[in-house]
């Protein structure tokens, strides 16, 4: 069976690609699985505790998810300030730059530097599902999906417009995403989305535990065709909207 829930993004939505680097980070269109499976882990904890998370982590990790994509995204290309790390020492030196608002030199455990960053703001409503076999865990997903506050980078809030509903078949207009071949239109965006793999266990997931994860073992990368096409680009910013409604897959 099938729990489904529609949200709306109140706030700019930004999910760097788990390819990106420091210095350069393009956005997802489209909250991934895994990020959709972390917001419900941590609904999870913060409702019915860190054992009911734990018991429950497996079968949540290896459900199918499906997502209704909004009708259009409108992704901001923007260069922020941000501090990073310096590699050599900390002391100031001959040469740091004085901040104008501050006054203070460019010194210290940071350094001052510039990165590409975008920020998509998602118009209109979206809608997540995912696969589940038993009622309790229905019933479970019921009360988490409401608990979802954000997607993606911290501040990326989202909320719910409607009550989750479950069905027996996957609602229409809904895309799988398990990266499992299927036909798609030439107009498509073929993107890879992260997904919990199943050796991911409750200790990897948890940031608390010190368990490091891996790429291709613990996360996973399925690539989905995404029913988006560039509507209009300039230096700023670049408008997608959505060229096909995906079909009901089975």
């Known amino acids: 069976m099938w729990v489904a829930a529609n949200y709306t993004a109140t706030t700019l939505f930004s999910l760097r690609l788990s390819t990106a680097t420091a210095s350069g980070a393009r956005t997802h269109l489209v909250p991934t699985p895994y990020t959709i499976k972390m917001a419900l882990l941590d609904a999870a904890c913060r409702l019915d505790g860190v054992n009911i998370a734990r018991e429950n982590w497996e079968w949540l990790r290896g459900s199918v ?9 409108v992704v901001n290309n923007t260069f922020i300030k941000i501090l990073r790390p310096r590699r050599k020492d900390s002391k100031s030196k001959e040469g740091d730059v004085e901040d104008s608002d501050t006054g203070s030199a460019d010194a210290g455990f940071f350094g001052r ?28 997903l019921n009360r988490w999906l409401p608990m979802i506050q954000y997607l ?13 509903a479950t069905s027996d078949n996957l609602p229409q207009d809904y895309l799988l995403l398990d990266g499992k071949p299927r036909p798609f239109d030439l107009d498509a965006m073929l993107t890879q989305l992260d997904d919990a793999g199943d050796e991911l266990t409750f200790e990897h997931a948890n940031i608390y535990s010190g368990e490091k994860m891996t790429i291709g073992k613990h996360r996973l990368f399925r690539t989905v065709a995404l029913p988006y096409q560039v509507a209009r680009s300039s230096r700023g910013y670049t408008a997608y909207r959505l060229v096909r409604k995906p079909e009901d897959q089975e």
Do not use: C, N
């Not at 998810?65 to 995204?73: D, F, G, H």
């Not at 975008?118 to 019933?139: P, R, S, T, Y």
């Open 152 to 164: 993606g980078k911290r501040g990326g809030f989202v909320q719910m417009v409607s009550e989750p």
């Open 113 to 140: 530097t510039i990165a590409y960053r975008e920020f998509a703001q998602i118009d209109g409503v979206f809608g997540i599902a995912l696969e589940v076999q038993w009622d309790e865990h229905a019933l479970l």
């Open 65 to 73: 998810v499906a997502l209704r994509p909004a009708e259009r995204v």
